[in-house]
């Protein structure tokens, strides 16, 4: 079975653009979450999508935001980049919502210069 | 939302048995306890998820008290490969906080 897949692995974009980041989960798999890594604040929790809707989201500005498409893959959109916005995002899927186990994808290693 | 607290590193040697503790006092009736590992530059790995006693796969055991406001994953005989970033999890039907995680460094 293919594992979680994100596109794209690297990114690089100016401050004040907007990107768009892609998650592809396993197949099967209903829930989708996304997080932010930086070596300052470690793994952070963005929000969660389950069947199309969000069910939970993190303490991020508005400028993040996401949705879930009806074959469970999942996009995350960041507006008006900010320098400190350059991090690892990762996307994890999981069977249900909640506490099941997530299976994580590479990541998108998103540069704001 | 219950938070976790671990050692910040740790270091051990290859064979031995590695015990890492996670803290959560302040953990629900509903709620599982996750342990991930993440290499560099690499999402986090499922390893181990519990609730109550004892739980052990081919990877790891966890155990969690009766008190279960504190859990300790077991690593059986650790190698090289196993150096990595540890994250103990409180999972409710809610937002999934990673703590800081343990920085865990074998040594030969």
């Known amino acids: 079975k293919a594992g979680v897949t994100q596109t794209p692995r690297y990114l690089i974009k100016t401050r004040g653009q907007q990107v768009t980041l892609s998650c592809s989960p396993i197949s099967g798999h209903r829930s989708v979450s996304w997080y932010q890594q930086t070596p300052g604040q470690g793994l952070q929790f963005l929000f969660e999508?389950?069947?199309?809707?969000?069910?939970n989201k993190g303490n991020f500005p508005g400028r993040f935001s996401g949705r879930q498409f009806s074959n469970s893959r999942s996009e995350m959109n960041v507006s008006t980049l900010e320098l400190g916005d350059s991090a690892l995002y990762l996307c994890?899927?999981?069977?249900?919502?909640?506490?099941?186990?997530?299976?994580f994808g590479p990541g998108t290693r998103l540069t704001v210069t | 939302l219950a938070k976790t607290t671990q050692p910040i590193s740790m270091d051990s040697y290859e064979g031995q048995e590695v015990n890492i503790t996670c803290s959560h006092n302040n953990i629900a009736t509903n709620d599982y306890i996750t342990w991930y590992q993440q290499f560099p530059s690499q999402g986090p790995r499922f390893i181990i998820q519990g609730y109550k006693t004892k739980v052990t796969n081919e990877v790891a055991s966890l155990f969690i008290p009766a008190d279960r406001k504190s859990s300790t994953l077991s690593l059986p005989r650790v190698s090289l490969s196993d150096t990595a970033v540890y994250y103990c999890?409180?999972?409710?039907?809610?937002?999934?906080?990673f703590g800081k995680g343990t920085r865990l460094h074998i040594l030969p």
């Open positions: 999508y389950f069947s199309e809707t969000q069910r």
């Open positions: 999890l409180v999972d409710r039907d809610d937002k999934i906080i």
């Open positions: 994890a899927s999981s069977v249900g919502a909640g506490a099941y186990e997530q299976y």
